[in-house]
């Protein structure tokens, strides 16, 4: 019995151990390969928000700026970088009305990545939210 084994396995008949093999690995790269996509669009929405935040805080320290127009700004910068969640901006509470030059403005982002998953993988750790913040001196004129 044991000759016939060992036979049939010179002649190319394994079963179907091959074939499971093939499956596992091949579910595993797949796993890889998912998780590698949400971490490199994870990343991407993190740049975004970054940006968005730098750019609210830019659109801040300008004379006259209105918390609606940093809000409207930081959120065209998300939609422009392709994320189209809905982000709660901060404002630092000092500067809203027209501060005096050179005073420090501070504009922070947050968004849910809940709302901007691509595979929603349980098994791979990932932020609740992401956040950025940015502090920047008011302008002179």
Do not use: K
Not at 53 to 79: H, I, K, N, P, S
Not at 105 to 129: F, G, H, K, N
């Amino acid at each position: 019995m044991r000759s016939a084994t060992l036979a049939s396995r010179r002649n190319g008949n394994c079963g179907g151990s091959v074939l499971v093999e093939t499956v596992l690995v091949v579910l595993l790269l797949i796993v890889l390969l998912f998780g590698a996509v949400e971490y490199g669009w994870m990343f991407y929405c993190m740049h975004a928000v970054n940006n968005a935040a730098q750019v609210g805080a830019r659109a801040y320290t300008r004379w006259g700026a209105t918390e609606e127009a940093v809000v409207a700004a930081t959120e065209r910068a998300l939609e422009e970088g392709g994320v189209s969640a809905a982000p709660i901006v901060e404002l630092s509470e000092e500067a809203v009305a027209g501060p005096p030059a050179m005073t420090l403005v501070t504009v922070s982002v947050e968004v849910a990545y809940a709302d901007l998953t691509i595979v929603d993988l349980a098994m791979l750790p990932r932020p609740q939210t992401l956040r950025a913040s940015v502090t920047m001196a008011r302008d002179v004129n």
